[in-house]
T-cell receptor, first 112, second 117 residues
Framework: GENVEQHPSTLSVQEGDSAVIKCTYS??????FPWYKQELGKRPQLIID?????GEKKDQRIAVTLNKTAKHFSLHITETQPEDSAVYFC???????????FGAGTRLTVKP | DADVTQTPRNRITKTGKRIMLECSQT?????MYWYRQDPGLGLQLIYY???????NKGEISDGYSVSRQAQAKFSLSLESAIPNQTALYFC????????????????FGPGTRLTVL
């Protein structure tokens, strides 16, 4: 089955700086890569996703890049704000499957 | 998301007790999932169901069972709870159709915090 590794486990940045979280996956057949954000005490919510037929996707201050050859994908947050503080999870799966595997999470802290 | 609800929200129980966690959804989604969240381990899939007659094991199904009583309801049972099943449990739903930019987005319930003493 798929195995997803996520780094770093914790990340602290100053407000206004950029944050980058990286994930690697093991199954070359995986072709769907979502990112979820979980604020303290709340449920995870999808913030952005990418399919393997594109290399990059942007949505305002967040972007995801995918390198299929190296089997890794990254979340980029620019101009970070305190409300970006949360745990971020990457995930990977094959579109034809429903067994989605999550990374262990990255706790991002944005210091004002 | 108020469309996915879980009961109870918190539960403390003793080793050996049978526990059932309930999940209900009003989204009309056909797919439902149960995840377990432990600190530093992310979200681990326990079971998932595509429709009422379909049950599939996830990566950590041992010690758990599920029941899909209706399209809108998916229950998780711990037949004989043990302390290492202490965790935060999330139910999630998704739609079969791909439509739009957010393919097969999973919508999570608020979570059930279970403590097994």
């Amino acid at each position: 089955g798929e195995n997803v590794e996520q780094h770093p486990s914790t990340l602290s940045v100053q407000e206004g700086d950029s944050a980058v979280i990286k994930c690697t996956y093991s199954d070359s057949a995986s072709n769907y890569f979502p990112w979820y954000k979980q604020e303290l005490g709340k449920r995870p919510q999808l913030i952005i996703d990418i399919r393997s037929n594109v290399g990059e996707k942007k949505d305002q201050r967040i972007a995801v890049t995918l390198n299929k050859t190296a089997k890794h994908f990254s979340l980029h947050i620019t101009e970070t704000q305190p409300e970006d503080s949360a745990v971020y999870f990457c995930a990977a799966r094959y579109v034809g499957d429903n067994d989605m595997r999550f990374g262990a999470g990255t706790r991002l802290t944005v210091k004002p | 998301d108020a469309d996915v609800t879980q009961t109870p929200r918190n539960r403390i129980t003793k080793t050996g007790k049978r526990i059932m966690l309930e999940c209900s959804q009003t989204k009309g989604h056909d797919r439902m999932y149960w995840y377990r969240q432990d600190p530093g381990l992310g979200l681990q899939l326990i079971y998932y169901s595509f429709d009422v007659k379909d049950i599939n094991k996830g990566e950590i199904s041992d010690g758990y069972s599920v029941s899909r009583q209706a399209q809108a309801k998916f229950s998780l049972s711990l037949e004989s709870a043990i302390p290492n099943q202490t965790a935060l449990y999330f139910c999630a739903t998704s739609d079969r159709t791909s439509g739009g930019a957010r393919y097969n987005e999973q919508f999570f319930g608020p979570g059930t915090r279970l403590t097994v003493l």
